[in-house]
T-cell receptor
Framework: DVKVTQSSRYLVKRTGEKVFLECVQD?????MFWYRQDPGLGLRLIYF???????EKGDIPEGYSVSREKKERFSLILESASTNQTSMYLC????????????FGQGTRLTVV | KNEVEQSPQNLTAQEGEFITINCSYS?????LHWLQQHPGGGIVSLFM???GKKKHGRLIATINIQEKHSSLHITASHPRDSAVYIC??????????????FGKGTHLIIQP
């Protein structure tokens, strides 16, 4: 019954590395989102995509990029990882832009050392 | 942009108790979401509502648009209800594909 799958639960990377976080959904949703979640700050939107090859910046896009070559896959890229990007990363997809029928992945806890 | 406040931040209760978590927001919305996050990270969408009340099993969500307030109730609480409950609102203006503003969450622990 898997709906949104993130490629890793836990990742440890070194400062300066290029990091790829992958997200795949099997519901044919057009809208996909990447969030980061930090204690005391809640969920913050990094990037979203409403169609293949389309992307829009969220609230905190600095230091990140995304790729959506296929409808079911949305990748988050940390171009040069830094320690302040240590966080929980959550991918989500939804049927429409109102976040209806939204499903989240299980999260990736990234530690940058 | 909306400001979303949840209360309480932390709540510990005994099994069987009736639980209420509150969410207030500052500007008009088109929809409000309640999400549940279990230890380990995964988030599940519980409700999306724009008016009135919705019920699913032991969970009830209500919203008062005039007062800009929503509540999530859990009846006959159980230890498996222990989780972080997150309120998120979508502004009437909509914004981009995701005009959602999230609360910081309520950490609920139900003790046996």
């Amino acid at each position: 019954d898997v709906k949104v799958t993130q490629s890793s639960r836990y990742l440890v990377k070194r400062t300066g590395e290029k990091v790829f976080l992958e997200c795949v959904q099997d519901m044919d949703h057009e809208n996909m989102f990447w969030y980061r979640q930090d204690p005391g700050l809640g969920l913050r939107l990094i990037y979203f995509s409403y169609d293949v090859k389309m992307k829009e910046k969220g609230d905190i896009p600095e230091g990140y990029s995304v790729s959506r070559e296929k409808k079911e896959r949305f990748s988050l890229i940390l171009e040069s990882a830094s320690t302040n990007q240590t966080s929980m990363y959550l991918c989500a997809s939804s049927r429409d832009r109102g976040f209806a029928e939204a499903f989240f992945g299980q999260g990736t806890r990234l530690t940058v050392v | 942009k909306n400001e979303v406040e949840q209360s309480p931040q932390n709540l510990t209760a005994q099994e069987g108790e009736f639980i209420t978590i509150n969410c207030s927001y500052s500007v008009g919305i088109s929809a409000l979401h309640w999400l549940q996050q279990h230890p380990g990270g995964g988030i599940v969408s519980l409700f999306m509502l724009s008016s009135g009340k919705k019920k699913h099993g032991r969970l009830i969500a209500t919203i008062n648009i005039q007062e800009k307030h929503s509540s999530l109730h859990i009846t006959a609480s159980h230890p498996r209800d222990s989780a972080v409950y997150i309120c998120a609102v979508r502004d009437i203006s909509g914004g981009g594909a995701d005009g959602l503003t999230f609360g910081k969450g309520t950490h609920l622990i139900i003790q046996p």
